[in-house]
């Protein structure tokens, strides 16, 4: 076979390893759906729970019905209760499948909001970088918001790194 053909076996066993992902990908989901079902049932609180898949990561959601306030207390401030929760809801998933998992929780739509926000914040910021020639250094931020900035800047043509030590790691714009 010459290089850059791919044989159909090739093929089908990438196919086979893609549904292997996404089958474990819902196992993680649904476990952690039982997760936090127990956690509102705990809490007294009402949500429903959405699972998806998105990339390499399985998504859960807890959504309430638009007037309930309650679920904001499981975001917390600047969504510090939410980081918790996902670790907490990680580990329930690690325990259950003895591998790490890259799951995503969002509640109440808070994720969501954050990353259009930081989609826009990245996609300025590659602007002025590219308006001025020079760096832009960001905020510190979480890993998750860095990520979402790192996306934006790739999206608008520029390239970005991480720097600094946790809590205070940030985005560095770069314009060439």
Avoid: N
Avoid at 82 to 107: C, F, K, N, P, Y
Avoid at 129 to 142: F, Q
Wanted: include cysteine; proline fraction near 2%.
């Amino acid at each position: 076979m010459t290089e850059g053909t791919t044989s159909a076996a090739e093929t089908g066993s990438a196919a086979a390893d893609s549904d292997t992902l996404l089958a474990r990908l819902e196992q993680e989901g649904e476990i952690a759906a039982d997760y936090l079902e127990g956690l509102l049932d705990i809490a007294d609180l009402d949500g429903d729970i959405d699972m998806d898949v998105e990339g390499d990561r399985a998504l859960v959601s807890i959504v309430g019905d638009g007037s309930d306030r309650t679920l904001q207390r499981l975001v917390g401030q600047d969504g510090e209760v939410l980081e918790a929760l996902q670790e907490l809801t990680r580990l329930a998933v690690h325990r259950e499948t003895g591998e790490r998992s890259r799951l995503m929780l969002d509640i109440a739509g808070f994720r969501a909001r954050k990353r259009e926000e930081l989609a826009e914040l990245g996609a300025q910021a590659a602007e002025e970088a590219k308006r001025t020639g020079g760096p832009v250094k960001l905020r510190p931020m979480t890993p998750f918001e860095r990520k979402v900035v790192h996306d934006a800047v790739a999206a608008a043509g520029l390239r970005s790194e991480s720097e600094g030590e946790e809590p205070q790691r940030c985005v560095v714009v770069l314009a060439s």
